[in-house]
Structures are given as C-alpha cells and as structure tokens.
C-alpha cells in the first residue's frame, strides 16, 4: 500500500500562492491517476486537479488558469501550483493516487493539508 504525505498548505491571502507538496512511497509512475481534491466545511470533497500515467492533465473549472499540477518522476513527488488564491479555496486538500489492482481500481489517499485563504 503507498503512503502519501501532503505538505505546504498554510494560511495565505487572497491573491497569493502556496505550493503544495504530495511524497509518495512508490514511484508516481506506478498509478494510472494522481491528483488533488479538496473538502470545505460542510461540502463534498472534490477533484481539483488530476494527472494521468501519461502526463495529461485535468482541472476543475473553478480552478483553471490559476492551479497547475505536475509531477516529478524521480522524486516521486506530486505538486500543486496554487496562484491568485480566493477566500473559496479554503479547504483541506487531499493527495490520491489509483492504479490497478489485478481487474480493481484501488484508490489511496493522504491525510490532507489545510489550505486557508484569508479576505
């Protein structure tokens, strides 16, 4: 089972950036998806960013042009660029790698970092 362990998350402005950091314990390459999703108080949690085994990327539309998620490959880290942050991005973010377990899909996540964007 990989470990994933997010870090950078903090307390920022409107209008700053944070990056944020996910450590996995295997290769990244080994996963069919990575990405990032978060969870506000008393809402869903949902995908923000996500990057597939081939490098595509997807983003929530809420979060287009401002966050940018990459990967390196050798360091088995998994990123995300937050710029132009808003009071509405407050929410503890999560790390998730899936990939293929015989015929399953097997899904790890993280144990959140809180991100808190002050007006």
């Known amino acids: 089972q990989v470990q994933l362990v997010e870090s950078g998350g903090g307390l920022v402005q409107s209008g700053g950036s944070l990056r944020l950091s996910c450590a996995a314990s295997?290769?990244?390459?080994?996963?069919?998806?990575m990405g990032w999703y978060r969870q506000a108080p008393g809402k869903q949690r949902e995908a923000v960013a996500v990057i597939t085994h081939g490098g595509d990327t997807n983003y929530a539309d809420s979060v287009k042009g401002r966050f940018t998620v990459s990967r390196d490959n050798a360091e088995n880290i998994l990123y995300l660029q937050m710029n132009s942050l808003r009071p509405e991005d407050t929410a503890v973010y999560y790390c998730?790698?899936?990939?293929?377990?015989?015929?399953?899909?097997?899904?790890?996540w993280g144990q959140g970092t809180q991100v808190t964007v002050s007006s």
């Open positions: 998730n790698a899936q990939k293929f377990v015989d015929t399953d899909l097997v899904s790890a």
């Open positions: 295997k290769s990244v390459l080994d996963f069919v998806l």
